[in-house]
């Protein structure tokens, strides 16, 4: 009976806990969806249909229903949420080190056309050799662009944001380049690269469920298991925390941003490369690269913590796979939930207003990713040759 | 005649009241609630209950600009200056003196501030700039700039922390002639000396609440710490006798750059040896941090070598030298010794992450949770950290406690030199007992200690041999019974043994 209640005990701190920090986002989203609705109602007036106030509520209930309605809706959910997971990792991964990676776009195309690439070369042979090897080209490459604006912080200081922005253009027009120049596949009337044919990877269940979720669901635990369990996490944490700290304790944060950065960008090239090889199976110039940036979103709803990053990214997945059927049932256009992802992060931003709101008494956990992200010049590990 | 009186969780109904031409020392620990009381009194809090008279009159103090009205003049212990501007500049700043339309007249603004510093007893030149004059000098712009706004009630927070013994003599002066004048001074300290000497009245504070008040002439040190902490404390430590070995840290013409890429360490030659604490005695800038960041690693020295225990390790990283058993005591504990946000354990190991037992596994890989809680629990059962649970984050705990977090980290037993910079700033007297007795444990045990302080009494109470450090040099070595306070802090203010 003892051993019982403090079980009990237990539990109830530990979802105590958890509730502190996930409270906000929580709330965030709740208000994100009641804002929302005011959106939808003030745009029906200007609709044929008129002034609709029930409308919202249709559209979430078919929103509900693309996204979990059926097994093939929480498919869909999934295969949407995959490349978040792995994208709001390397952006959640780089926060924790105090790196704002805004380059995840750009890494996750370098990515996307390295698997394109490799499957396409390994059309014919085995799966088992084709993919496993396509996935790794895509990982690599990643990593590879990931490492450049982190060897540029380290040696030279030069902030992340600016570095990043400019590589993710210039990762859009080299690989525009080389796909029109270099490997566009013949026989298409625009450019693209061949066929992956074996190397894609393999359908699980339904009609698209792929193997690159199962990847992506193991990256949530690794990554976590990093983080919390191994020397390397409390590295790269305590320079995010504190890179003074982290080196009077003999750390080096200048390896540890370029290899924060490194691996930041693989789980990105990870992203693109199970787009590619789950679900397009070509790269072409203008493959959708939102996933950078929604990855950006999932960070910080997840609080940069790795399942944190799995419920945020099942979340925009959800909103990704059931916004066409509410667009289909009720009109109201997919970008409203361009809307509701904004106004989320709005709110985390903001949480003065969230905490206002819904009187959130949960003492101020600092969240540190946002302070990354605001105060983001000037802050973070401090360039080579600084000293204290 | 004015009177305060305040309640709030910080002051517990504190009654306090300052005469005209009255020096009135607030003495307390450190979170005794005297600086929150103050910001009540300049407007920058405000109180729950209580009421604040001035000349009999009640008043409602809603900001500072409230308070300068009402003639509250601050000096905070952090000089609230703009470094780039000249000092009649910041005297006027925000009482400009304009001829017509907005144009300044800073001719007759530098007059008046030079007939106010003659008053006063000081002199200072109102064209400098104010990043070019020494702390104590600033700290003379701050009262300036408080009595050219009309001040009548003057409150000092810590006025002589940054001072070195002659800059407090003369401010002590400067505070005896405005009193003269009919100003009413607020002198809040931790230092007890200094309230015996300079006060009328002393009132301490402790949790909020006011536990007595004395004539200066009533009481003595003992007393006033016994009433500070609530218990009796021992205010100088029992040194003992050392017993001094073969040299353990030896630097020799070590050259380093500032962050600025001056030159601030220029040929310095010193050695430790084991069972010996030496300290360095210099006002704060002269190249102390420098120097301790170079015999730690965290800063690459342009020439010169280090030493321990006879191996060279200039070029030694951090880690490397902390393997060989050197272990510092960082100056500023939250930006350097820990990382607030972590609990306690992470906090206790920092230093220690890597090292078996707390990494083990996949060659060091896996962090071991066992070992970390049970030897947190250890450290801060031995060394007395007052949390209420280990998992609570560092930001939560006292300075004090803080302090102890870190020291107890690097307190290890199998240490070669210890290096310690100022072990004690901030800390109450209860705190500063505590970490004395364990450096003097340390030193007898055969470490070899390097103390740096901006305390000269601290220096100067724990050394068994004095270095004083100025502009980038050691310019003086004084056996313990031979560092006279003022021999010492002539040569600290002026590099030289003879004015």
């Known amino acids: ?388 | 005649m004015k009177r305060f009186s305040t309640g709030t969780l910080a002051n517990d109904s504190i009654d306090l009241d300052l005469a005209a031409r009255e020096i009135h020392a607030l003495l307390g620990e450190n979170g005794a609630g005297k600086t929150t009381l103050m910001n009540v009194l300049y407007g920058l809090v405000t109180p729950d209950a209580g009421e604040i008279r001035i000349d009999g009159e009640p008043v409602t103090i809603h900001d500072p600009a409230d308070a300068i009205r009402r003639g509250i003049g601050m000096v905070h212990q952090h000089f609230m200056l703009v470094p780039v501007l000249t000092v009649a500049e910041n005297v006027v700043l925000g009482q400009e003196i304009t001829r017509s339309r907005g144009v300044l007249d800073m001719r007759a603004a530098e007059r008046r501030i030079r007939e106010l510093a003659d008053r006063l007893g000081f002199t200072v030149d109102p064209g400098a700039r104010v990043d070019q004059l020494s702390l104590g000098q600033q700290q003379r712009v701050e009262i300036l700039k408080a009595i050219y706004r009309g001040a009548r009630i003057l409150v000092l927070d810590e006025p002589t922390a940054v001072l070195t013994p002659q800059e407090t003599r003369e401010i002590f002066g400067v505070l005896r002639r405005l009193r003269e004048e009919g100003t009413s001074i607020i002198f809040i300290s931790h230092k007890l000396d200094e309230a015996l000497e300079i006060a009328d009245r002393i009132t301490v504070i402790r949790r909020g609440k006011v536990v007595g008040t004395r004539k200066p002439s009533e009481t003595n040190e003992n007393d006033l710490a016994e009433l500070m902490v609530g218990r009796a404390v021992s205010l100088r430590v029992d040194r003992g006798q050392s017993h001094p070995g073969d040299v353990v840290l030896e630097v020799a013409e070590l050259r380093a750059l500032d962050d600025r890429r001056h030159e601030v360490l220029r040929g310095v030659d010193l050695d430790v040896r084991a069972g010996e604490i030496v300290g360095i005695a210099g006002v704060g800038g002269n190249g102390q941090d420098e120097l301790v960041e170079c015999i730690i690693g965290l800063r690459k020295p342009i020439a010169g070598t280090i030493r321990l225990a006879g191996r060279d390790i200039t070029r030694l990283g951090v880690d490397a030298r902390r393997d060989l058993g050197i272990a510092y005591v960082p100056a500023d504990r939250q930006r350097f010794g820990l990382v607030l946000p972590y609990r306690l354990p992470d906090n206790f190991v920092l230093t220690r992450y890597a090292e078996v037992p707390y990494a083990a596994g996949l060659g060091g890989f896996v962090r071991q949770d066992r070992p970390i809680r049970s030897e947190a629990g250890r450290l801060a059962k031995e060394f007395d950290v007052r949390a209420s649970s280990l998992d609570v984050a560092a930001s939560t705990l006292s300075g004090g406690n803080q302090q102890k977090v870190v020291v107890a980290r690097e307190f290890r037993h199998d240490l070669k030199a210890l290096i310690i910079d100022q072990p004690t700033r901030g800390l109450d007297v209860g705190s500063i007992e505590f970490i004395h007795t364990q450096i003097i444990e340390r030193r007898n045990a055969g470490v070899a200690v390097l103390l740096v302080s901006a305390e000269l009494d601290e220096v100067l109470d724990l050394s068994d041999r004095v270095l004083v450090m100025y502009r980038g040099r050691i310019v003086g070595s004084f056996a313990a019974n031979e560092a006279q306070r003022e021999k010492v802090g002539l040569l600290m203010a002026t590099g030289e043994a003879r004015p």
């Open chain 1, 1 to 388: 009976m003892k051993a019982h209640q403090a079980l009990i005990e237990l539990w109830r701190a530990r979802l105590g806990s958890t509730w502190s920090v996930a409270s906000i986002p929580v709330y965030s989203i709740v208000l994100a969806f009641a804002v929302a609705v005011v959106v939808v109602i003030v745009s029906s007036a200007f609709t044929a249909t008129g002034l609709d106030i029930l409308l919202p509520f249709r559209a979430y209930a078919s929103l509900l229903a693309g996204a979990f309605g059926s097994q093939n809706a929480i498919y869909n959910t999934l295969v949407a949420a995959a490349p978040l997971m792995f994208g709001g990792l390397a952006v959640g991964l780089g926060l924790k080190a105090g790196l704002f990676n805004i380059g995840v776009a750009g890494q996750f195309l370098v990515g996307a056309f390295a698997a394109a690439v490799t499957g396409a070369a390994f059309a014919q042979a085995p799966t088992i050799v084709g993919m496993p090897l396509a996935v790794l080209a895509g990982a690599l490459a990643g990593a590879a662009y990931g490492f450049i604006p982190g060897y540029l912080k380290a040696r030279t200081g030069a902030h992340e944001v600016v570095t990043t922005i400019m590589l993710n253009n210039a990762a859009a027009l080299l690989l525009t380049w080389a796909v029109n120049d270099l490997v566009r596949a013949p026989g298409f009337s625009f450019p693209r690269t061949a066929e992956i044919g074996q190397s894609a990877l393999p359908i699980l269940a339904g009609r698209n469920l792929h193997l690159g979720i199962l990847f992506a669901v193991v990256a949530i635990f690794v990554i976590r298991w990093i983080l919390d369990r191994t020397t390397l996490g409390f590295e790269i944490r305590t320079v995010g925390a504190n890179p003074n700290a982290a080196r009077y304790a003999g750390m080096r944060p200048i390896f540890i941003t370029a290899l924060t950065m490194t691996l930041s960008g693989l789980l990105a090239g990870l992203a693109g490369a199970i787009q590619i090889l789950g679900v397009i199976g070509f790269y072409a110039p203008g493959i959708t690269a939102s996933v950078g940036f929604d990855s950006i979103a999932v960070a910080l709803l997840g609080r940069s913590d790795p399942i944190g990053i799995l419920f945020a990214a099942l979340l925009f997945g959800a909103f990704r796979a059931g916004a066409p059927l509410m667009q289909i049932e009720t009109s109201v256009p997919i970008e409203i939930i361009d809307i509701i992802q904004a106004l989320v992060i709005l709110f985390l931003a903001a949480d003065l207003i969230v905490r206002k709101v819904f009187r959130v008494r949960a003492p101020k956990v600092e969240i540190t990713e946002m302070a990354t992200v605001t105060g983001s010049w000037g802050a973070g590990t401090p360039p080579a040759g600084t000293a204290p």
